[in-house]
């Protein structure tokens, strides 16, 4: 058997010289597999790929004789045919989704980058180059993420460390000035006055005694009373915790949509007013975008009322997953929506933007196994392209107008961009 293997790998060798074929590793095994062949030499490995050959279908066997595969390489080819371009494409869509980031988004365009080239070509997906960048995405978003938690974590510890010193350094002051009028009162009762000294200096003296004793007397006290303030202080700072919260709590379902969970048209009203004033004060850019579900009373007619509602409070969730805790989402009324976003540059706000409609666009609603794929129209109006926040408005709602009736499932800027 030793012996048999010997001479196909002299054969194999001799072969591909004579045919001046590079003996690289490819073209050493199909040269291989023929010389075992025209030896019908009983080769474990050589009666594995027949098999593996035989185990495939009538076009794959018929695509091997054609193309005269008989290498495990060339096999694995037909083997990944199998999987369908969509499939592949579907899977790329849950990595993109994986790897979108909840809290610093600094990486959010490789991730685009490389996502894009998976969709374009998904076959990618099986290289060793794309498990090995997504590896490093995959570490960097964390690293990222950990650093903006860190960095959020160490600013509230040093305001309450601030606030805690004030306190001791009020306590401790208190203490000095304690200590250096009793030692003013020891002093002026350790006096030795001369016997030739009158009885007014004598008195005088008495009268300091008993007026540094008395101020001794009122700074214990008042130490006292500071660290019982300090207590009190705490005990008020706590019940005050609980009064805004439960005052927050108050306030929000006064404010809440009660079926999405998200801000009402009456948060609303405030809330705009508010990024109007800090617009005016600190010149802080702000966006206004009127989002309207497509075709939504056709889902009421075709699935329910409660399909409808399931669809607008999945809707309204994922707006709120994708929009910082600083900016605003409010259901506006029946399937429209309003989000209120701050940004310091525009393409903030068309990323922000795409990630709504390209998560809203690849994935379905599920509502009691039935399948259903939303669309929507949106309207976007940068405040620093009006004279007021309500001419804002009012282009934003023309936009979302113009959206819908112009094809629908589009998104519509104020420089005519559309998304």
Do not use: W
């Not at 495990?72 to 999987?83: D, F, G, H, K």
């Not at 009762?189 to 003296?205: A, C, F, P, V, Y």
């Not at 506006?332 to 933007?353: A, H, N, P, S």
């Amino acid at each position: 058997m030793k012996t048999q293997i010997v001479e196909i790998i002299r054969d194999t060798l001799s072969s591909l010289d004579k045919k001046d074929i590079q003996a690289t590793p490819k073209n050493y095994s199909k040269e291989f597999y023929t010389q075992a062949l025209e030896k019908d030499a009983n080769i474990a490995d050589l009666e594995l790929l027949q098999n593996t050959i035989k185990s495939l279908d009538y076009n794959e066997q018929k695509l091997v004789v054609e193309n005269n595969y008989n290498t495990y390489s060339e096999l694995s080819q037909i083997l990944l045919n199998r999987i369908s371009l969509d499939e592949l494409r579907e899977f790329v869509f849950v990595i993109e989704e994986l790897l979108q980031p909840s809290i610093n988004y600094e990486i959010e365009e490789k991730i685009e980058y490389l996502t894009q080239k998976l969709i374009d070509d998904p076959k990618l997906i099986l290289s060793k180059d794309t498990a090995r960048n997504l590896r490093t995405i995959s570490h960097e978003r964390i690293d990222l993420d950990r650093l903006v938690v860190r960095e959020k974590a160490s600013d509230i510890v040093k305001l309450t460390t601030l606030m805690g010193k004030y306190f001791e350094k009020s306590i401790i002051q208190s203490g000095d000035s304690m200590t250096e009028v009793i030692g003013i009162k020891n002093e002026i009762e350790d006096l030795s006055l001369s016997k030739h000294t009158n009885r007014e200096i004598g008195l005088l003296q008495t009268k300091l005694i008993d007026t540094v004793y008395n101020l001794e007397n009122t700074i214990e006290k008042n130490h006292v009373e500071l660290k019982q303030r300090q207590d009190d202080f705490n005990n008020l700072h706590e019940t005050i915790q609980q009064l805004q919260k439960d005052l927050e709590k108050e306030k929000e379902q006064k404010h809440i949509d009660y079926l999405t969970g998200l801000l009402n048209r009456r948060a609303y009203e405030i809330e705009i007013k508010k990024f109007e004033k800090k617009y005016k004060v600190f010149d802080s850019s702000f966006a206004i975008i009127f989002l309207d579900i497509d075709h939504f009373k056709k889902i009421n007619d075709n699935y329910g009322h409660d399909c409808g509602d399931f669809v607008l409070k999945t809707f309204g969730q994922i707006l709120k997953m994708l929009t910082r805790d600083e900016d605003k989402v409010v259901r506006y009324g029946g399937e429209e929506f309003v989000t209120l976003i701050r940004y310091d540059e525009e393409k903030d706000v068309i990323k922000y933007l795409k990630r709504i409609k390209n998560l809203i666009g690849k994935n379905n609603f599920v509502y009691n196994n039935i399948k259903i794929k939303i669309k929507f129209c949106a309207g976007v109006a940068l405040r620093t392209n009006y004279e007021s926040y309500a001419d804002t408005i009012n282009y934003a709602d023309k936009l979302l107008y113009k959206a819908k009736h112009t094809g629908r499932d589009k998104i519509i800027l104020d420089d005519n961009t559309i998304i």
